[in-house]
């Protein structure tokens, strides 16, 4: 089954595209109705959600009142955690008993408002974000919910701005206008999401102490403390590269949405010495998908850096331990080294920096020799540690059994 996240701001447009799709037989399922159905009376969250805010969002028949939910969340952020740390749980479950249910060879779409805001965007094989001018969209707010133009201003706020949503797209559908040219924007979604479900990746074996190896001989520190065995650990852990969750690690620690974690401070280390952990996440979830591994290579990276050609690096060195990790032929990252760039580029609007490219050429021109790569990475200004890693042909190393448990597990295969 292909998986397909579906998200978009608020008075974007997602309910339109949504039947759109599910008109054309995909099968869909919308998580703000789920949400609403968790949350009446009699829901799984209902009583959680009135003992933690009271009466004041209690309609007169004992009901949810969404609207005076809504007001009091969208404008107290810790009230707007703890409603999404009782309801999100409720809705996950719903969503997985809906999956379960749907052909292997299926496409399925799940509608919901702020994927990429609770770090959730990753657990879908392509995103699709709908689009609209921020203008427009204000405009539509307050005609649809008769909202001030305070009121409206305020629901965009509590949102990612919709011009940065659309960055984490795979596929943005253009609501701005007319319907008919959005109609035509989601006819083609279909047609490209059908030809994706009907050649899913082939899952190849990747190796444990292969990838293990990589790991242990590459960066021993990430940036903001996000050290390449914790972030192992976390995926391990929650079978998912969560945001929220990997915004927990950082140092010094973030309170806020994990996307505005980068704008608390210096990235500190690069974030391509984080590459090998996403790249071995990605080959356990898609083997050999190079728009999945770009995407969560560029989200991971945004956890701790707003650069847009230190994000490109973070894609190009992702792209190439894919690679290695699928193939074990480092000489070859020379071959992809041009078409790894302009990935990064096209999804960054960025190239990526010299040193980075740089790291890559080093490991390509010196494969098996992962010394000699580190050197001539170190005197181009790159990453000496990555460039080994990516180079292979490193010293045995010892690595404890838990390591290879948890690198295992992230590829979703049993220890050897």
């Not at 809906?98 to 299926?106: E, I, N, R, T, V």
């Not at 290579?297 to 690679?323: E, F, I, K, Q, W």
């Amino acid at each position: 089954m292909l998986k397909v996240g579906l998200t978009g701001g608020i008075a974007a447009g997602k309910s339109h595209v949504l039947r759109r799709l599910a008109g054309a037989g995909l099968q869909t399922l919308d998580l703000d109705a789920v949400a609403r159905d968790v949350m009446a009376r009699g829901g799984t969250a209902y009583g959680d959600v009135a003992g933690a805010f009271g009466t004041r969002i209690l309609a007169p028949d004992g009901s949810i009142d969404r609207k005076a939910l809504a007001e009091h969340v969208f404008a107290d952020a810790a009230a707007r955690r703890r409603l999404e740390a009782l309801v999100h749980p409720r809705i996950r479950e719903a969503e997985t008993r809906y999956l379960s249910a749907g052909a292997p060879d299926s496409v399925a779409v799940i509608d919901a408002a702020l994927l990429v805001e609770s770090g959730q965007h990753l657990r879908f094989a392509r995103l699709v974000v709908v689009f609209c001018e921020p203008r427009e969209q204000l405009r539509r707010l307050m005609a649809r919910d008769g909202l001030s133009e305070a009121a409206a201003r305020a629901r965009l706020d509590a949102q990612m701005p919709a011009p940065e949503k659309k960055r984490f797209g795979h596929f943005v559908i253009d609501n701005s206008g007319a319907l008919p040219e959005a109609d035509a924007q989601v006819d083609a979604l279909i047609a490209a999401l059908r030809s994706l479900a009907a050649h899913p990746p082939r899952r190849s074996r990747v190796p444990v102490d292969r990838a293990a190896t990589a790991v242990a001989a590459g960066p021993r520190r990430g940036p903001r403390g996000l050290d390449p065995w914790a972030v192992l650990e976390e995926m391990a852990a929650s079978g998912a590269l969560d945001l929220a969750r990997m915004a927990a690690l950082l140092d010094p620690p973030h309170d806020a949405p994990w996307y505005l974690a980068a704008s608390a401070g210096p990235g500190g280390e690069a974030p391509e010495t984080l590459a090998v952990p996403v790249a071995l996440w990605s080959t356990g979830q898609r083997p050999g998908d190079a728009p999945f591994a770009v995407a969560a290579a560029a989200s991971m990276a945004r956890l701790t850096h707003r650069d847009p050609a230190a994000l490109s690096g973070a894609v190009l060195a992702a792209l190439a331990a894919l690679h290695l990790l699928a193939t074990g032929d480092a000489a070859s990252l020379r071959i992809g080294l041009a078409e790894w760039i302009a990935a990064a580029a096209a999804w960054t609007g960025a190239a990526p920096s010299p040193t980075t490219v740089a790291t890559v050429r080093a490991a390509g021109a010196h494969a098996g020799d992962g010394e000699a790569a580190a050197r001539e990475a170190a005197a181009a200004g790159g990453v000496p540690d990555l460039a080994r890693a990516l180079a292979g042909g490193t010293a045995a190393v010892s690595i404890e059994p838990e390591r290879l448990e948890r690198v295992a597990r992230v590829l979703g295969v049993k220890p050897e």
